[in-house]
Nanobody, 123 residues
């Protein structure tokens, strides 16, 4: 079993920045991809970004490309999501996920999830 705990969400003005963190525990190894998803009120959960175990491969949704950066520190069992130039449409609950079995961009393929952290962007 893998436990994931997100932090770093909050209220920020449009154009501002936030950095989300996700700490994993429960397994001796962490050699699996880690992803970030988000869910806005009334909408389905959507893919944001994913990073391979080594950190050498990353993917982003088109809506965040160039503004968000995913990274990880395996020594600290932590994955980060640096969010810059935030927009109102980035408002959502952000979830960290681990260990996808298939398509890294599909939420159904992930085995483990955090509880989520709220990000609210005001105009």
């Amino acid at each position: 079993q893998v436990q994931l705990v997100e932090s770093g969400g909050g209220l920020v003005q449009a154009g501002g920045s936030l950095r989300l963190s996700c700490v994993t525990s429960g397994r001796a190894d962490n050699n699996y991809p880690m992803g970030w998803f988000r869910q806005a009120p009334g909408k389905e959960r959507e893919f944001v970004s994913v990073i391979s175990w080594s950190g050498g491969t990353t993917y982003y949704a088109d809506s965040v490309k160039g503004r968000f950066t995913i990274s990880r520190d395996n020594a600290k069992n932590t994955v980060y999501l640096q969010m810059n130039s935030l927009k109102r449409e980035d408002t959502a609950v952000y979830y960290c996920a681990a260990d996808p079995e298939g398509d890294w961009s599909l939420s159904n393929d992930y085995n483990y999830w955090g509880q989520g952290t709220q990000v609210t962007v005001s105009s």
